[in-house]
């Protein structure tokens, strides 16, 4: 998973948000849903638990690569025969927003803070479950950066990745480096839980790492073995005053991380 120069992307950007003093850029799920809405379809549609937790232990002893467990947990979904709108159905019924976010989201845009997902998961899953939760009108207008689908003819269908060529298969560094490349910068806010985040996580200058009850918590591990510094929060709601006090200026990035 070596970051070397950028791994092509088979899929197009939205464009870069110019002039703004701060931006976030937030994972998907787990982290802006209370639960993974790919881990969910694999637990209880595809292989199973068990054997999805034994691949991303693989991937985060270096056994394996996000982008390929990533793509056998899907494929095991598909080959259960769920269609692909049937995964949308499934997840718009059980896939839950962090109670928090609305606010979060709220206070960013009254401010004029951009706020991105980037996501290893599929957009058109997305935007189903934020549609049935924000509405259709505010659904459309968040920036999605994530993976796609490719519905076959015969209805089976798979996982489209950004970068096919990244171990991550869409390497997230890949969203927050063009903004770290602006001549004035904006103070760049990244909020993860999981494995898929660490690309993108060290180029953040603000990181946020979610921790939850289930005991995944692949981020925070990995950043607490690496030294990388990091705020915990649980929910949005828990992590608005920290990021409130650095987007006014009361505390300094290094006061509210660990
Ligand atoms: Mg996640």
């Known amino acids: ?19 703004k003093k701060f931006v976030v850029l937030s994972d998907w799920d787990g982290t802006i849903t209370t639960h993974d809405s790919n881990d969910y379809l694999t ?3 595809g292989f199973g638990k068990e054997k999805r937790r034994q691949l991303n232990f693989d ?8 982008r390929d467990t990533f793509h056998d947990d899907l494929a095991s979904v598909a080959a259960n025969g769920h269609t692909f709108e049937e995964c949308k159905e499934i997840l718009r019924n059980n896939i839950h927003l962090d109670s928090g976010f609305e ?4 206070w960013c845009k009254a401010r004029d803070i951009p706020v991105i997902i980037v996501s290893s998961g599929m957009e058109p899953l997305i935007r189903a479950v934020l549609s049935k939760h924000v509405g259709e009108e505010a659904a459309k207008e968040i920036d999605i950066i994530a993976n796609d689908v490719n519905i076959l003819p015969d209805g089976k269908w798979e996982i ?13 560094s890949q ?45 925070a591990t990995y950043c607490q073995r690496e ?15 920290a990021f409130e006090s650095v987007v006014d200026g009361k505390k300094t990035i290094d006061e509210v991380v660990v």
């Open 160 to 172: 489209k990745f950004r970068h096919p060529s990244s171990g991550f298969g869409h390497d997230k």
């Open 227 to 241: 030294g990388i510094k990091h705020a915990l929060f649980n929910h949005f709601s828990n992590a608005l005053p």
């Open 1 to 19: 998973m070596s970051e070397g120069s950028a791994p092509p992307s088979t899929l197009p950007y939205p464009p870069i948000h110019k002039d």
């Open 59 to 66: 991937v985060l002893e270096g056994k394996s690569t996000f």
């Open 103 to 106: 606010e979060f989201y709220g």
């Open 43 to 45: 637990d209880n549609y």
């Open 175 to 219: 969203a927050i480096l063009p903004y770290r490349n602006l001549p004035n910068p904006p103070t760049l806010f990244f909020f993860g839980d999981g494995v898929s985040d660490i690309s993108a996580a060290k180029h953040a200058d603000l990181l946020f790492v979610k921790t939850k009850d289930n005991g995944e918590n692949d981020l």
